[in-house]
């Protein structure tokens, strides 16, 4: 028998602090070489969405995450984001748990986000502002307040902002270029639409680009992804979907333009060098993330009450 953690169980076993402690020590196992994650792969199925396999190794685990981005779900009552994590014992392969793949999703975003804020962002940073208020939106929003950030939404769809606000207890920016003037901005969009024009950021301004996690999407433009310090999740990955793909296709941006979040944590790269810098975190969302959720969520099994799956 293994634990099955539906949603509301990989919720109450991993708090949003306790997620951004977990991915920050994921980042840094990462960047010293002490966990591995082979490449995501994409399993396209457009134009409803596409499949994602990611799988991981550290701290005596495995995962594989198999998750989908469906973004016109939601007009039908479904999620963008679902599907099952499997953690397993790397010492003899046996399967340990398995997780609802959308909260930890969400969780791990959460922390992503708020973790390249507070790592990047100027240190008399007030308040954030999120862009997108979605299901991992309100993840991030929710991990802002955790660490004592103030945080607005904001939404092309005003209902789901006003939701998000009330359900997270956070407040609403009175407009698009209001949010985007926040000194932290976190961007949670399908990336169908480009937020960030060139000279759209101001200097001291840090933004987590998480919405163009995918072949074709974009947040920023190229122009203004090259005018700032880029970092990113992981450069194997970032440079090749999302908003660094096209910077890079478009031979905007090339590997030493760019610095990995591990770096800076680990000490082995600059990050922000003063309050003038404008910081952008491109993410596409690491598996080593997910396998830190899992980790910390599988430290609290015993306490929780989880339905058990037979082998
Ligand atoms: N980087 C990562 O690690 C990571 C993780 C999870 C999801 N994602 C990506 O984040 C995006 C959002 O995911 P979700 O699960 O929250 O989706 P969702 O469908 O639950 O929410 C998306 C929200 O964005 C809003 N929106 C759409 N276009 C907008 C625009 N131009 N400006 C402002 N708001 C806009 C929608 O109204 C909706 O509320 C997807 O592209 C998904 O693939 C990235």
Redesign the pocket.
Known sequence: MIPFFRAADVEAAVSPERAVEAVRQAFLAYARREWSMPPKVYVPAYPAGDFRAMPALGAGHALLKWVT?F?GN?AHGL???AGIVVLSDASNGMPRALLDAAAV?ALR?GA?AVLAAETLGRPNASGASV???????RAVARTFAAVGREVAF????PE?ARAAAADVGAGMAGS?AEALAADVVAT??????I?LAEGGLRPGQHVSL?????PG?AEIAVEELARVRVFCDDWEQASHNGDLAHAVEAGALRRDDVTELGAVLAGTAPGRRGDEDITVFD???LAIQDLAIALAALERAAELDLPQVPL
């Open positions: 981005s973004p939601p999620p963008t984001v999703t975003t992503a862009i997108g208020a979605g299901v991992n939106g904001w939404d092309v769809d789901r698009r949670v969009t399908p990336g169908k639409e937020l998480m919405g163009a996690d995918g999407k993410s596409t969302g």
